[in-house]
């Protein structure tokens, strides 16, 4: 049984920082690519970032690129989602995600396992 558990979430000021994690179990991780996506009231669920497998290759939405940073730790089956200089924009139930391929993706369809998601709210 795959899961996937993200943690971090919390209330912060604008220009805080947060770190969120997502620990998965129940399948290979270090074959999976993992991404991050993000949805805010009202809103539909938007990519925020994608790491391949290796950790080698990541893309990011360009609204979060040089505030938030992806990384996993493949001994540790866990990726993080660094970040910085959050906005109000920026709040939103944050979702892990792993697809089956080995590369990042940025689309939402291809991805094949979620976990529950953590809220993120950023004051002004």
């Known amino acids: 049984q795959v899961q996937l558990v993200e943690s971090g979430g919390g209330l912060v000021q604008a220009g805080a920082s947060l770190r969120l994690s997502c620990a998965a179990s129940?399948?290979?991780?270090?074959?999976?690519?993992m991404g991050w996506f993000r949805q805010a009231p009202g809103k539909e669920r938007e990519f925020v970032a994608a790491v391949s497998r290796s950790g080698d290759s990541t893309y990011y939405a360009d609204s979060v690129k040089g505030r938030f940073t992806v990384s996993r730790d493949n001994a540790k089956n866990t990726v993080y989602l660094q970040m910085n200089s959050l906005k109000p924009e920026d709040t939103a139930v944050y979702y892990c995600?792993?697809?089956?391929?080995?590369?990042?993706?940025?689309?939402?369809?291809?991805?094949?396992?979620w976990g529950q998601g953590t809220q993120v709210t950023v004051s002004s």
């Open positions: 129940g399948l290979t991780f270090s074959y999976r690519a």
């Open positions: 995600a792993a697809r089956f391929m080995g590369s990042p993706s940025f689309e939402s369809d291809t991805y094949n396992y």
